[in-house]
């Protein structure tokens, strides 16, 4: 069962950590589960999408590279999403995701996404409050279409205190390989945190729905924060889908025992797995 995270800010207990040595023996585990259920998705056409939100320099990057790790590139892509381009700019917003959800067996990973139009575009200002306004339902209305059509939908906010963001800014700050994440954006930012908070708190509120539900992940502890976002996204994916080894097919098996010098048992095996 899924379990559910808190779907509203103030209600994330940002003290939780995880140890090292706890981290790393959940995070190989919940790897080889992610491969596992790769292979699955591959076998019977499933589709996957994964929204990663959250503040700047929360977390969601490491977090989708560790999932990388385990995940073969050819049916897994991470979606990087900034500003549209004129393009998009002169058609509805949702076409770019539409244009980059996975097709069937593939998973799809969205570093941030279409909630910018109730986040980013309400507080910049670059959309008549009217029109995001109006995105809570057609975002309600795009979700419920994507898991109609037998896509899985997993949708993380990763959620830190100002103090531990401004923590990371110094830290990337003095980082030369981590310098290159830090933007005048990251600063601008953070002078309209309490309007980004009611911001959030509204979308988690207006689009956390019973098929497309939120989980906000504590993210002051980066270990914490991954390994938790790891497992109810396994726990998401995984749900009522066989991860058992898929079998070869009859022709396959016959072109093996052709060409290959195997155990004549081996064959037998795997054969009968197959009736």
Excluded at 115 to 122: A, D, F, Q
Excluded at 171 to 199: Q, S
Excluded at 246 to 274: G, N, P
């Amino acid at each position: 069962m899924v379990r559910h995270y808190p779907s509203k800010l103030a209600d994330a207990d940002l003290s939780k950590r995880l140890g090292k040595k706890e981290y790393f023996k959940e995070l190989i585990e919940l790897q080889a589960q992610l491969s596992l259920i790769q292979q699955a998705f591959l076998f019977h056409g499933t589709k996957g999408v994964i929204v990663f939100e959250g503040w700047d320099a929360a977390g969601k990057g490491g977090t989708i590279r560790r999932i990388s790790q385990a995940l073969d590139p050819r049916s897994f892509k991470v979606w990087p999403i900034g500003a549209p381009r004129n393009y998009y700019l002169n058609r509805h917003y949702l076409l770019r995701f539409w244009e980059r959800l996975p097709p069937a067996g593939a998973i799809s990973a969205f570093d941030r996404s279409w909630y910018g139009r109730v986040l980013v575009e309400r507080l910049e200002n670059l959309t008549p409050e009217k029109r995001w306004r109006a995105a809570y339902q057609e975002i309600n209305d795009f979700e419920r279409m994507l898991v109609d059509d037998g896509t899985r939908l997993v949708k993380l906010f990763f959620h830190i205190s100002p103090d531990e963001q401004m923590a990371r800014f110094t830290e990337r700050l003095n980082n030369p390989l981590k310098r290159w994440k830090l933007t005048y954006e990251d600063f601008r930012n953070r002078e309209k945190w309490d309007e980004a908070e009611v911001a959030v708190d509204e979308m988690l509120a207006r689009t956390s729905t019973g098929v497309a539900p939120w989980h906000v992940i504590p993210s002051n502890n980066k270990k914490y924060a991954r390994i938790n976002a790891m497992r109810i996204i396994v726990e998401a994916l995984s749900m009522d889908i066989d991860l058992n080894p898929q079998h070869l097919d009859q022709r396959t098996l016959e072109a093996a025992q052709r060409v290959l010098e195997v155990d004549q048992d081996l064959i037998d095996s795997l054969r009968a797995r197959t009736e």
